[in-house]
């Protein structure tokens, strides 16, 4: 290849590299018109409804009337279940900063998926990591049907704390910990036969969700990763490096109940990662033990009781029903609210 022709596809790629970036930056300018216009639409909406003296017959007359005359006008898109969602839309958020300031950023699809949600701290949640952290709307519905925030929510140890309200200046392990997981994407079948081996293997075959569950700031070490000693050489199971926490975290994962010997092994674990792996400006090595049911006495009178660097959360390979994930979530807030009056006696 001579002169002229490296010069020419230098050229072309950088023609299409401005060509992209302006259809991106077009596409994103669109969309943010079309969101704050679906909003604009609804308090208009909502500002004509309040002159109605039958609000309820005159606000559904109006959703009526509305898409019946702008699909005529401009075509689809103006069903009278989206006029209506336009409006919801508005009364979701009547604050306009929200709108211009978080709701824009997103899409229309993501919008209309978050607004739903009855709890306004949940919503914020998601506005908030979606914008973030670039969820695709396959992920933030997934997410929301996990209970993603209120499993995350759980795992905080102080009532008062909430996840938005976190800044990067202070990071608490738990606030990364969510109790239990749910590992539904590995399509593994009921009953549960699995074993310890293929779940793993399964996890790393998909990485991508997997850290998705996790959440923020993770990052793939190594499977079966081994740490030796002068005399001995020891595996384990799953080990990534959070940069936010600035820590490594091990995982070890079970297939039957928690028990003494697995909280003393993976105490054993953080111990020799901290002496043999940790560097001068890492935080503490943090260690998770993934267990199928956890027996709340071990949790009592083990070191998990007492130790900041050692946790153990259950996981699912199935998503669970809403009922199933709220009582699981409300045994985990009664056995952490237990931990605390321990300690304080």
Not at 80 to 99: G, H, K, V, W
Request: glycine letters at 4%; aromatic letters at 12%; hydrophobic letters at 35%.
């Amino acid at each position: 290849m001579n002169e002229s022709d490296i010069s020419t596809t230098s050229l072309i790629q950088d023609v299409v590299q401005i060509l992209q970036l302006a259809r991106q930056n077009a596409y994103r300018s669109v969309n943010s018109e079309m969101v704050i216009a679906y909003w604009r639409m609804g308090r208009r909406i909502v500002q004509e409804e309040q002159h109605g003296e039958l609000k309820a017959a005159y606000g559904e007359s109006i959703l009526k009337t509305l898409s019946i005359a702008l699909t005529a006008e401009l075509g689809k898109g103006f069903s009278y279940a989206n006029i209506r969602n336009f409006r919801q839309f508005y009364l979701t958020y009547p604050d306009e900063s929200i709108c211009y300031a978080v709701c824009s950023k997103l899409s229309w699809s993501h919008n209309r998926l978050i607004m739903r949600m009855e709890n306004s701290e949940a919503r914020a949640y998601y506005l908030k990591e979606c914008a973030e952290q670039m969820w695709s709307t396959r992920t933030l519905e997934r997410n929301i049907n996990s209970s993603y925030y209120q499993r995350l929510l759980s795992s905080q140890t102080k009532s008062d704390v909430s996840i938005q309200d976190h800044n990067f200046d202070k990071i608490f392990a738990q606030d990364f910990i969510k109790d239990p997981y749910v590992f539904e994407f590995l399509n593994i079948p009921q009953p549960i036969s699995a074993l310890e081996q293929d779940i793993e293997k399964a996890l790393i075959g998909n990485l991508q969700q997997f850290l998705l569950e996790l959440g923020k700031g993770f990052s793939f070490v190594g499977r079966q990763f081994r740490i030796s000693t002068e005399t001995s050489h020891f595996y384990i199971d799953l080990v990534f490096y959070n940069y936010l926490l600035k820590c490594f975290v091990l995982f070890d994962l079970k297939t039957g109940k928690l028990t003494h010997q697995d909280t003393g092994q993976m105490d054993m674990y953080i111990r020799m990662f901290d002496d043999l792996k940790k560097q001068e400006d890492d935080n503490p090595t943090i260690g998770i033990i993934l267990c199928t049911d956890k027996d709340e006495t071990v949790v009592k009178y083990s070191i998990l009781n007492d130790s900041k660097q050692l946790f153990a959360t259950k996981y699912m390979l199935y998503l669970p029903t809403e009922e199933e994930l709220i009582a699981e979530i409300e045994r985990e807030k009664r056995l952490i609210e237990g931990q605390l009056n321990h300690r304080q006696r």
